[in-house]
């Protein structure tokens, strides 16, 4: 791309690109022919763009000629302007190719129709002086000659009409950048370079730095662009952006915005009639969150098929645009209003502190469970473990009594959670695997929101009724005076008396308010935390009892303490095979915290 202008590269590439999809419009064919036949950058952009997808490779194979030909998009002058080109590039320097090609011009093809010969001598010339090496302009020139006599004029803007006068791809005259969306709505807006407000005509290869605020632009075939500061991007044509760093949310729900296309370093994003969120982070990758209708991602490289996503489905392209990787959906990583409420935009602040904190997390390798307790709409009835150790087992099934426990929202609008009735014995059964066991270290990290802290119940469960022994978390409430009331316990060896000294009890904790509960054991000492802090702990020699019974999160098996089941809601638990640092819970409880 040396001596390219990435600018008009990014607009003819989209414009090719919506061909290729199938949405190219009459007036998108328009602006293609203006473009590339007075712009002779533009001209070279869409033989760079040709060559990087892959037509190059293909036109020069003998069945793409024979094709190409069948099907009536080389004509006869065309495919000897061709061989010309094949034949001279391996010995022929620059000068010489481009008067064999002029000598074959007038004296071979004098009859030609001007949209064959003429133009591919136009290509040749201008795509000959301005490439580097002598290997490298033949090639280009070839490519010019066949791309842009061909694939442009007989597939891009179909068979010709009147003749009309020669135009010379050379000219130096470019036109003005045409305009083609307005500012549409703004709030708290800042820009860097300089004001742009409401009604504001932005134009082709236009610029925006978004500093602060929110900003809706709409294009002139209809398609809603919000903008989210921090965030830049770069009109790449009428109907197509590139989004160099920050987010945006695209909303396309009528015939004429369909094809939209938001363009990254690594991917182009081409709207199928949809609502959809781009972002663009600092170091280059790049995620697509669809919330209606569906979109097609297209990588540059040609390492990755394309990939086309659904409501609901979420993936983000990494490691420099050459690996798909699956993400959890966000419902709120992107605004769909540029005057979002107060309370929704701190909500939605939170959640995203959460989410990049809680990506992170899956990743350790001590975590052997992990449960966001979001829905997954393809899998009802389903609690996904998100652990990387433990990916694709140990997911929990709903059950109770009485029907199962219901997905609720969770510490803020857009997070999930699962509410638990004690009184229908609601649980989340995780089958026993031999990958969870945990040998004596271990972590419990919950959210939870407890219903009434007069009783007492269970909410991590994992004893061997058979062996009478396992670990077991749970809250023991005001009303059994046997033990400490309203305290904390731990249970994790052999169900055999001492169990006295293990509840402490937790200051502060107060019905219907969401906390987060810690408790780390290593053999040694077992400690409790609430919110962060820790408040409690004690020696504790007792070995951790290995189980072969399945875990349960908000109850107990049946026949264990029958009546002491969890209730209320749980948001999140993350299970660990170490101790971790008091520093690290108050970190995990900072990212999470409402």
């Known amino acids: 791309m040396s001596g390219i202008d990435r600018d008009r590269l990014e607009r003819v590439a989209g414009l090719a690109e919506r061909y290729l999809s199938g949405v190219l419009t009459e007036a998108d064919h328009a602006q293609f022919e203006r473009m590339v036949l007075r712009d002779p950058a533009a001209a070279q952009a869409l033989v760079v763009y040709m060559k990087q997808a892959g037509t190059l490779r293909e036109v020069f194979s003998a069945e793409g000629k024979a094709f190409h030909a069948r099907e009536g998009l080389l004509s006869g002058d065309v495919l000897e302007a061709f061989e010309i080109l094949q034949a001279a590039a391996d010995d022929t320097d620059i000068v010489d190719v481009t008067q064999l090609l002029a000598d074959e011009a007038s004296q071979n093809h004098s009859d030609a129709p001007r949209h064959t010969t003429e133009d591919l001598l136009s290509a040749a010339v201008y795509i ?29 803007m179909g068979s010709p009409g009147p003749e009309q006068p020669p135009t010379r791809l050379v000219s130096p005259d470019t036109p003005p950048a045409e305009t083609i969306a307005t500012i549409t709505d703004q709030n708290d807006a800042r820009w860097a370079d300089g004001e742009h407000v409401i009604g504001s005509r932005l134009r082709e290869g236009q610029a925006l730095i978004l500093r602060s605020g929110f900003v809706e632009i709409t294009t002139d075939r209809g398609a809603r662009v919000i903008l989210e500061a921090p965030c830049e991007v770069t009109w790449a044509g009428d109907h197509a952006l590139r989004l160099e760093r920050g987010r945006l949310f695209g909303i396309c729900e009528t015939p004429r915005s369909k094809g939209f296309t938001v363009r990254t370093e690594h991917a182009s994003i081409v709207d199928l009639g949809t609502r959809f969120g781009v972002q663009v982070a600092p170091g280059g990758d790049s995620e697509v969150h669809v919330y209606s209708g569906s979109v097609a991602v297209r990588p540059a490289t040609g390492t990755l098929g394309n990939r086309t996503l659904a409501s609901g489905q979420s993936v983000a392209l990494v490691n420099n645009g050459t690996k798909f990787h699956p993400v959890d959906h966000d419902p709120l990583a992107f605004v769909a209003d540029t005057r979002p409420d107060p309370q929704e935009n701190a909500a939605r602040g939170a959640y995203r502190r959460w989410s990049e904190y809680s990506r992170g ?21 389903v609690v996904r473990n998100l652990a990387r150790t433990s990916r694709g087992m140990l997911d929990g099934k709903l059950e109770g009594d009485r029907g199962e426990p219901r997905w609720a929202r969770g510490r803020w609008p857009g997070k999930g959670a699962l509410r638990f009735d004690r009184a229908s014995r609601h649980a989340v059964r995780v089958p026993f695997d031999s990958a969870r066991y945990f040998d004596q270290a271990f972590t419990a990290v919950m959210w939870m929101n407890f219903d009434d802290l007069a009783v007492s119940q269970h909410f991590l469960n994992h004893i061997d009724l058979e062996a009478r022994g396992g670990m077991s978390l749970g809250f023991n409430g005001t009303a059994i005076t046997a033990f400490a009331p309203g305290s904390l316990f731990l249970f994790k060896n052999k169900l055999i008396g001492g169990f006295n000294h293990r509840f402490r009890q937790v200051p502060g904790l107060r019905p219907n308010e969401w906390v987060c509960i810690a408790v780390t054991t290593d053999g040694k000492q077992t400690k409790y935390y609430l919110n962060g802090e820790l408040f409690a702990g004690y020696d504790d020699d007792r070995p951790m009892h290995h189980s072969k019974a399945d875990m349960m999160i908000g109850g107990t098996q049946k026949e264990h303490i029958n009546e002491q089941a969890f209730g209320g809601l749980i948001d999140e638990v993350a299970l660990f095979r170490s101790v971790l640092s008091g520093d690290e819970i108050e970190e995990i409880y900072n990212a999470g915290k409402p």
């Open 361 to 381: 997390l899956s990743q350790r390798d001590d975590l052997f469970a992990y449960y966001t307790f979001d829905e997954d709409a393809n899998r009802p009835g």
């Open 128 to 156: 000959f002086r301005h490439t580097v090496s002598r290997r490298a302009t033949v090639y280009a020139g070839i490519a010019a000659a066949l791309i842009l006599g061909a694939t442009l004029l007989f597939v891009f």
